[in-house]
């Protein structure tokens, strides 16, 4: 087994062995894990309604415009949509893991890409190891099973500025085709998240220019990188769409994606997702898990070779975008992201580095807290979330502990005969048995928090083939429920207002939230309807955290 770990980063099929690995890490619960609450939905049942209208210009969730990020992710996704539906896949449209394809491809390109570039930066081992670090990252097996950009944007991110090293590790060599393929990645990124894509490198080439500074007065990566003519083709890349959605919608797109999206994130917590300055070094351990301990110990190293450019390249690219998001105010895990290439990279020159420094005794302490808690935790989650969602103890998620145990023990191991570089491998490696445990094992298995695709085969069974604008849910408005059912169901403001929509129209159902069912009785009972109960289904609502029980009525004639 050490000779193996020890020669895999020599491989002659490196692509090949990456492939494998990332689907060995990231296919866990991507066919089985239900659609989840809110974002993913929301891109999901918005780019399902663009196949169903041929409309590929406005972004609708229901009847309500989705004026949020651009559509470069739905096109991915209904891409794939109808790839699957010319392969005779039944159903595609329906089926979440066709919206997530685009993700999982995403995340991909970026860990193929982080070799493949990394291989000028920090060599071929390290770049192998680099992007098998990266393929682990719990943040990113995430983002692969959520049907939205940022895996995706990760693509576009890691080739972008895999091609901006190369241009400033030797510009001389660069050519016309590449500052081509650089700019068109950049337009790319702008129609999956708008100016978060090119942020990356504009950080970077202001942190270069400042840092080379002291022994150079020009800047020939940037020369080589074109920008006279490249930031025209950036612009010529994502412009068409933009200006087709100003016309659409009257100008209200960019009003809302730049005032009530993006500004709102800057100024204040969108949607409570508030974090304090330091919130990303803080869980770090977790959302870079397997491969936090290793860049941990990398630390020191990669800032005491700061004068390498190779170094001075990955930490330019690295440490702006991670400050950039601590600033902003609203934080969520995957923010980061774009970030985690250069980490990685870092981490593996390090490990393999026969000269390489070793941490400070903090960073040692930190390093074997992310290795020991991460796991620990992981392992502990999977085995208490049964018995708080559904009340019940599952043997398949105790299989966590010893699976937690098994990657201690292996990688701690490793490191302790000072092999940093085998120990990382190794880690990658044994998180796959855990991530099965949990992503497959655990998470689709629960039952209260997968309220929608209940509802759903409730009103199915009640009334088949119902018309998604013949039924109405009032308390739970979820978008989960309408990818279940339709972006025509009506989400109803209260109790009375499901009893004058249930008494509108003969055949219709609603699902009545218990804190709305006395109100709902009343208005039923003042109209002169007399509902009946055709089942409940009750669970826990994760989005608002708290407990729902949605009561399924319908009058009978």
Known sequence: MEQFLDRLPETRWPRLWLVLLCLALWLPGFFTIPPGDRDE???????????????????????????????????????????????????????????????????LIAVLATWHFGRALVGRRAGFLGAALLAGCLVLVMETHIAKTDAALLGTVAVAMGLMGRAYLNPSAFTAGQAAGFWLVLGASVLLKGPIGPAVPLLAGVTLAAADRAWRNRAPWLRALRPAWGVPLMLLAALPWFVAVTIATDGRFLSDAIGGDMLSKVGGADENHWGPPGYYALIFGVAAFPAAFLVLRALRGAWADRLQPATRFLLAWAVPVWLLFEAVTTKLPHYTLPAFPALMLLAASWALDPLRRAPPRWLHWLSMAALVGAPIGLALAAAILPVLADGGVSPVALLGLPVAALFILGTLRALRAGNPARSGLLAVLLAVPLNWVVLEGVLPRLTAPWISPRLAALVEATRPGLADTQFGVVGYHEPSLQFAMGGGIGLLRDGPEAARFLAAAPGRLVAVADRQDAAFREEAARLGLSPREHGVVSGFNYSRGRRVALTLYGVDG
């Open 41 to 107: 939905s929301r891109f999901a049942q918005a780019t399902r309604q663009m196949v169903q209208t041929g409309d590929y210009v406005r972004i609708r969730l229901g009847e309500v415009e989705r004026n949020k990020k651009p559509a470069g992710i739905h096109w991915a996704q209904a891409a794939a949509v109808n790839a699957l539906e010319t392969l005779g896949v039944e159903d595609a449209r329906d089926r979440i893991w066709a919206y997530r394809l685009p993700s999982l491809l995403g995340a």
